[in-house]
């Protein structure tokens, strides 16, 4: 159980695109979904919380406009990234915390999406 | 500063072997550490989870120990196989403050080859 799905988990695409990135939550309802970009041999770094039917929580630093997050319903959440530029290149991950689970539970991570611009 | 380090950086053993991976953190107040296993091109799967209370818990030939006074944590993998290949990443947390946010610390991991 508890399966987070992320599509796509490969994406090449031309510099000045948007690209979109779905999240979903394939067996539980998620209230709040999380957002990570990891560059290679580095830490997970959270861009932004994203609370089902609010607005997303950015982290500092991280351009709400640059990364558009919309969690319209407990089961998908989504991050575009608006005229993605080659440093933008990285390995998306999101996450969710199922409905109910307390704080102390772990998050459920998604398997990632390698986004490449060329 | 919040931060977690983790130690050594990369370590490759035998098939069959056992190790253990040390994790450092900084991170006031703590609520509580996990140990996450990375595959390469994949999320992270929740291998432990440990409050402040907790000094030791265990998954199958994983097995976690936190020293909260001394604020390290290792994880302790037995028998390795070569499917335990694979970024091994500690996380600590602080208290739940509201909004959603989970206030997680992450490592940047070790990464671990098991050879046959």
């Known amino acids: ?118 | 500063k919040n931060q977690v380090e983790q130690s050594p950086q990369s370590l490759i053993i035998l098939e069959g072997k056992n190790c253990t991976l040390q994790c450092n953190y900084t991170v006031s107040p703590f609520s509580n550490l996990r140990w996450y296993k990375q595959d390469t091109g994949r999320g992270p799967v929740s291998l432990t989870i440990m409050t402040f209370s907790e000094n030791t818990k265990s998954n199958g030939r994983y097995t976690a120990t936190l020293d909260a006074d001394t604020k390290q944590s290792s994880l302790h993998i037995t028998a390795s196989q070569l499917s335990d290949s694979a970024s091994y990443i500690c996380v600590v947390s602080v208290p739940y403050s509201g909004g959603g946010a989970d206030g997680l610390t992450f490592g940047k991991g070790t990464h671990l080859i098991i050879q046959p």
């Open chain 1, 1 to 118: 159980g508890a399966v987070v799905s992320q599509h796509p988990s490969w994406v090449i695409c031309k510099s000045g695109t948007s690209v979109k990135i779905e999240c979903r939550s394939l067996d539980f309802q998620a209230t709040t979904m999380f957002w990570y970009r990891q560059f290679p041999k580095q830490s997970l770094m959270l861009m932004a919380t994203s609370n089902e039917g609010s607005k997303a929580t950015y982290e500092q630093g991280v351009e709400k406009d640059k990364f558009l997050i919309n969690h319209a319903s407990l089961t998908l959440s989504t991050l575009t990234v608006t005229s993605a530029h080659p440093e933008d290149s990285s390995f998306y991950i999101c996450s969710a915390r199922e409905v109910g689970d307390s704080y102390n539970q772990p998050q459920h991570f998604g398997d990632g999406t390698r986004l490449s611009i060329l």
